[in-house]
């Protein structure tokens, strides 16, 4: 591999790890970049996965504080991304790349309307609630279920594609939650990082020679670092900005999914 090409994996690779602690949809950046280079689709989307695993666990360890206090619902959503993410893997490996790839950008538009018109669903169902006499916090089973449909969704999406699933996350939990978008935004790290840890795992066991290792570890590199400084800086921004910069680079991706 040429110098110039190790340089511009990594710093894809940071940019990926930053942008996923920030919003999500880092593998728009990494994914184009190893196309780009000569690598294969599957190779690169499998590549990408497996080194985009460290960046996730700074984004989530930058982000434990807001993740307090969640557990109650996280405890059904992990399950859900755990399975949805080995069904996507499983699909990656025994189904045509562009069976799935062609609902990716309808995937991406839904979610950044769904991060547009969140606050506005989240206050009717909060004066919903407010008139029906119950706590405006409480969600109920049923909105529970569907929360964790909505979450194995997203997982059998990020086991096959990763891209943009953090986008896709947080634009359901924002339309059924009553949580603010930085404690949303914690979830989605965690979450995200468990559906690529189980896609890697998986991509291992059965295509190791598919995997472009050395591709994979300066993402991995790149990304550890990347998700470190985006999470230190992504807590600070008011929610207004964040949403922003969630649809501004949500759009971005799609051009870039686009023209891949």
Do not use: C
């Not at 399975?83 to 839904?110: D, S």
């Not at 989240?122 to 029906?132: G, L, M, N, V």
């Not at 922003?244 to 949500?250: E, F, K, N, P």
């Amino acid at each position: 591999m040429l110098v110039s090409h190790l340089v511009t994996i990594g710093l894809a690779g940071f940019g990926a790890g930053a942008i996923n602690a920030l919003v999500g949809s880092g593998t728009l950046i990494t994914f184009p970049t190893l196309v780009a280079l000569g690598f294969p689709p599957v190779t690169s989307t499998m590549s990408n996965a497996v080194g985009l695993v460290a960046g996730g666990v700074s984004a989530t360890w930058g982000y434990r504080a807001e993740l307090r206090g969640q557990w109650n619902r996280l405890r059904w959503q992990i399950p859900a991304s755990l399975i949805g993410a080995a069904l996507g893997a499983f699909l990656l490996l025994h189904l045509p790349e562009k069976v799935f790839t062609a609902i990716v950008p309808v995937l991406l538009v839904l979610a950044l309307v769904l991060v547009v018109v969140g606050p506005r669903i989240q206050s009717w169902a909060r004066r919903r609630a407010e008139e029906a006499g119950r706590r405006a916090e409480h969600i109920t089973p049923a909105r529970m279920a569907v929360l964790a449909l909505g979450t194995f969704a997203v997982g059998v999406y990020g086991g096959y594609f990763t891209a943009a699933q953090g986008i896709l996350l947080v634009g359901m939990m924002g339309v059924l939650l009553p949580e603010s978008v930085q404690r949303m935004n914690a979830a989605k790290n965690l979450l995200a990082l468990l559906v690529n840890i189980v896609a890697a795992v998986g991509y291992t066991l059965v295509a190791f020679d598919r995997i472009s290792w050395s591709a994979a570890g300066l993402i991995a590199a790149g990304s550890l670092v990347g998700g470190s400084v985006g999470a230190r800086y992504a807590r600070r921004l008011p929610p207004n900005a964040l949403r922003a910069a969630i649809v501004a680079v949500g759009l971005i991706g799609l051009v870039r999914l686009l023209a891949v």
